[in-house]
Each structure stands twice: as C-alpha cells, then as structure tokens.
C-alpha cells in the first residue's frame, strides 16, 4: 500500500538505507509539495519491491540512452495526470528519477534526473549530462537535468 508523503514533517521513513537519507526525504516531500501545489494530489510512494513493474518501466525507458543505474531503488510511485503518465524512483544513492509521458502522440515525454545534496554523481550518469542547481528549502541544493524521450512506452 502506497504511503502519502508529507511535506510539512519530512520523514525518512524508506529510506533508511541512504548515506543521504534526509536530504533524499527532502526530494521526495519537494516533489510531493510540487503536485499538491500545481494539481491538488497526494503523493504517496511504495517499496521499490512492491512496485517492481514501475522500477521495470523506468529502467526500460533509460535504456533508450544506455543507461542503467546501479543503486538499489528504493521507493516508486506512479500517477495519471489528464493523459500524462508521471513515474517517479527514489535511489538508495540519493538519485530520483521521472518519467514524464504523455500518452496522446506528440504529447511532452522526457526523464528527469535530480541529486540530493550530499551525494557523489553517478557513474552512469556524470559523461552524459550537465546539470543544473537549484535551492529548495525542503531538500537544500538539487542538482537536476532531462532528456527528451524519443521511443514508445
């Protein structure tokens, strides 16, 4: 069962494991102030193990670019919005990664990527893109960059 995230008392609760554990719960609440902000919904995640078909899709997606991401996932959740598909995957590294899809042809589709504060850039990650900063008072500095996706899922 999925568990709201809440974005006044930031937890850690699943994610424990993290080196970066409370700056990784303070992306995880800056993500779920976002859609209460911008679409009145709750986000709520669930074990990584619970949600294997959506950890599944977004490495599936990520292959597009050759990219496989070593850390251990965490937590996932996945949300319909009018006809876009938002997937997201917290990483025991401290990554978060989106999928943005719109299911109309031509709608938006890219990946998001953002770093807690703390962590190392990852392998898999740090020859392929640059990334941008940017202040959040839930999670500190995140690091973030996209790519737009070109294949159908």
Same mark, same amino acid.
């Given at each position: 069962?999925?568990?709201?995230?809440?974005?006044?008392?930031?937890?850690?609760?699943?994610?424990?494991?993290?080196?970066?554990?409370?700056?990784?719960?303070?992306?995880?609440?800056?993500?779920?102030?976002?859609?209460?902000?911008?679409? +009145? *919904? !709750?986000? $709520?995640?669930? &074990?990584?193990?619970?949600?294997?078909? =959506?950890? %599944?899709? /977004?490495?599936?997606?990520?292959?597009?670019? +050759? *990219? !496989?991401? $070593?850390?251990? &996932?965490?937590?996932?959740?996945?949300? =319909?919005? %009018?006809? /876009?598909?938002?997937?997201?995957?917290?990483?025991?590294?401290?990554?978060?990664?989106?999928?943005?899809?719109?299911?109309?042809?031509?709608?938006?589709?890219?990946?998001?990527?953002?770093?807690?504060?703390?962590?190392?850039?990852?392998?898999?990650?740090?020859?392929?893109?640059?990334?941008?900063?940017?202040?959040?008072?839930?999670?500190?500095?995140?690091?973030?960059?996209?790519?737009?996706?070109?294949?159908?899922?």
């Amino acid at each position: 069962m999925a568990t709201p995230v809440d974005f006044v008392n930031v937890s850690t609760a699943g994610l424990e494991t993290s080196p970066v554990a409370d700056a990784l719960a303070g992306l995880r609440a800056n993500e779920a102030r976002y859609f209460k902000n911008k679409y +009145d *919904i !709750v986000f $709520a995640t669930e &074990p990584a193990a619970k949600a294997k078909a =959506l950890v %599944d899709y /977004v490495a599936k997606v990520l292959l597009e670019r +050759d *990219i !496989v991401i $070593a850390s251990k &996932p965490l937590e996932a959740t996945e949300m =319909l919005i %009018d006809t /876009v598909r938002w997937t997201y995957v917290f990483y025991e590294s401290g990554l978060s990664v989106n999928v943005l899809y719109d299911l109309e042809p031509g709608g938006k589709r890219a990946v998001g990527f953002k770093l807690s504060m703390g962590m190392d850039m990852p392998e898999e990650l740090a020859s392929k893109f640059k990334f941008a900063r940017q202040k959040s008072k839930l999670a500190g500095e995140i690091r973030g960059t996209f790519f737009v996706v070109k294949g159908e899922y």
